[in-house]
């Protein structure tokens, strides 16, 4: 009996093992029977040789057999410029791929483009996945723009043209340390004619001179940015658009990953930085955006030529500051200083500065914020001699404002000048916030300090999230700017005349769209 019950059981499991080898029997073939997530995938566009973000394509079996696809493959090839992954498995050819009844199957999708030298600079290159083959065979497009660029790198192979650059020295005292290059003669002229990529920190050299072009793109890989030594300079000559959406006259520092979800994230890259003995900078018509540190200025308080000028510029969504600077002389006008991390605007270790129509909004809302839109301090050394004298920090027909109850913050030391003037400016301030000992700080009633304040009211921007600090018609400081004040800039930062009832900030109030 005992021997009967074991040939049972073995002739039962040759029988199960038999068919569970057998899974080509399961199948049935597609037939064309697939469908979807997407009948055209758009791979957003991308720089040549810059690989692009993943996507994805969902392949859904809608019927109620377990099906096998003979094959995925791509148009093109082995030399497409798409690469697959089927199910965690890479390449750009695949066999017998099976997917049960009412599953489905993910598909990921990426590419890296070569644009010929030789050819135009831009190339919408396409292809499709193949499912099955013909009379059966469905397909699903692929198209990507993809951007011709001039890359530039440390390109010594040996690295002897590589510095490691001390940028600033942090809150506890470590120096924050970069790696650069320095550009060559027949680099210091950003056209506009193909974007520039920039990996590392490119350094204008001592006694040169970088100029920018009106219309010209730059973009920085992460950790990369751009130094303008002791010596040097950068001129940036942008200009007025004349379309809103191509901005063909503007300047614009960003990263260098094109897709539209990169499009508002901070800190993909480091900073645009002006060290200290650099002079006569010129900036015009610029947009810096998504960087650590947009822009920061060092200047020497004993140096009497301007650090910068800066005008009809914007810098905002960068994750520590949008302008940081420190012991240097700076005019500024119709400057917007948007959302930030951190302060908007950080003014360090004294020096001169005028601000005219210049909105400081910090919007930030992608984490929790402490300091105040506008900060204005003297910083000490750890010398008890050390000290830096603000020799004037005028802010006039300007918006100081943001999502913290306190956005205009003071800090003098004891020993140092600290002279600050605001005129006809929009200042959103809560007395709560102020320590006892510091509210003659911001005695508003002080016309040697503070002349023509509004403190109340709504500025009714237009998107503030998004960093379009533009007004509308229904502003509480309409009209409320200076008139002799808006005579040395009558037009607003896109051109709007300003004359004869000037608005507060860098724009002029307009029509919603």
């Known amino acids: 009996m005992r021997t009967r019950i074991l040939i049972v059981f073995a002739i039962l499991f040759s029988i199960l093992w038999s068919t569970s080898c057998r899974k080509d029997f399961e199948y049935a073939p597609s037939e064309g029977h697939l469908s979807f997530s997407k009948d055209t995938v758009y791979l957003d566009t991308v720089f040549s040789q810059i690989g692009s973000s993943t996507y994805t394509l969902k392949v859904y079996n809608d019927t ?19 690469r697959l992954n089927v199910d965690g498995v890479a390449g750009k050819e695949f066999y017998n791929t099976p997917i049960y009844a009412l599953d489905s199957l993910f598909i990921l999708i990426e590419t890296t483009i070569d644009i010929t030298e030789g050819s135009s600079n831009e190339l919408l290159y396409t ?5 099955d083959s013909e009379p059966y065979q469905q397909t699903v497009e692929l198209v990507t723009l993809a951007k011709d660029a001039i890359f530039m790198y440390a390109k010594d192979d ?27 003669d027949d680099e210091l002229n950003f056209k506009n004619d193909k974007a520039y990529v920039i990996y590392g920190y490119a350094m204008v050299p001592q006694d040169k001179q ?25 001129i940036i000559n942008g200009e007025l658009s004349n379309d809103e959406e191509r901005l063909e006259g503007q300047v614009i520092f960003e990263g260098d990953r094109l897709e539209p979800e990169f499009a508002e994230i901070p800190g993909q890259w480091g900073a645009i930085w002006i060290k200290a003995g650099s002079t006569n900078n010129f900036i015009s018509h610029v947009t810096i955006k998504n960087a650590l ?46 959302g930030a991390g951190s302060s908007s605007l950080l003014i360090e270790n004294g020096g001169e500065y005028t601000f005219v129509h210049t909105t ?32 004037k920090a005028d802010f006039k027909n300007c918006i100081i404002d943001g999502t913290n109850q306190k956005e205009l913050s003071l800090k003098p030391n004891s020993r140092n000048t600290f002279n600050y003037y605001f005129q006809n400016c929009f200042i959103k301030f809560s007395a709560d916030q102020v320590s ?27 998107l ?31 051109g709007i005349r300003r004359l004869p009832a000037p608005d507060l900030g860098a724009f002029q109030a307009q029509e919603r769209e």
């Open 210 to 234: 970088l100029v920018i072009d009106p219309g010209a793109r730059v973009h920085f890989h992460k950790d990369s940015g751009l130094i303008v030594n002791d010596g040097a300079s950068l």
């Open 293 to 338: 540190i947009g822009l920061s200025v060092e200047g020497v308080i004993s140096e009497p030529e301007s650090t910068l000028t800066i005008e009809n510029s914007q810098i905002y969504n960068n994750s520590r500051y949008n302008f940081w600077t420190k012991g240097s002389r700076i005019e500024a006008s119709n400057l917007v200083l948007g």
């Open 127 to 131: 292809d499709a996945i193949q499912f």
């Open 436 to 462: 006892a000992d510091s509210k003659y700080l911001y005695d508003f009633t002080n016309e040697d300090l503070f002349s023509e304040i509004l403190l109340d009211g709504e500025v009714d921007y237009f």
């Open 158 to 184: 040996k690295g002897s043209n590589k510095e490691n650059v001390v940028l600033y020295t942090d809150e506890l005292g470590n120096p924050i340390e970069v790696s650069g290059f320095k550009l060559q």
């Open 64 to 82: 109620k057999d377990d099906i096998i696809i003979p094959t995925i493959t791509l148009k093109n090839g082995s030399e497409s410029f798409y």
């Open 360 to 391: 400081v909004a910090n919007y930030w809302n992608k984490g929790f914020r402490l300091n105040s839109a506008l900060e204005i301090k003297n910083s000490t050394s750890n010398s008890e001699e050390g000290g830096f004298d603000l020799i």
């Open 464 to 494: 503030p999230s998004k960093n379009d600090f533009r007004i509308g018609l229904e502003s509480n400081v309409i009209g409320k700017g200076n008139t002799n004040t808006a005579n040395s800039t009558p037009l607003d930062i896109i």
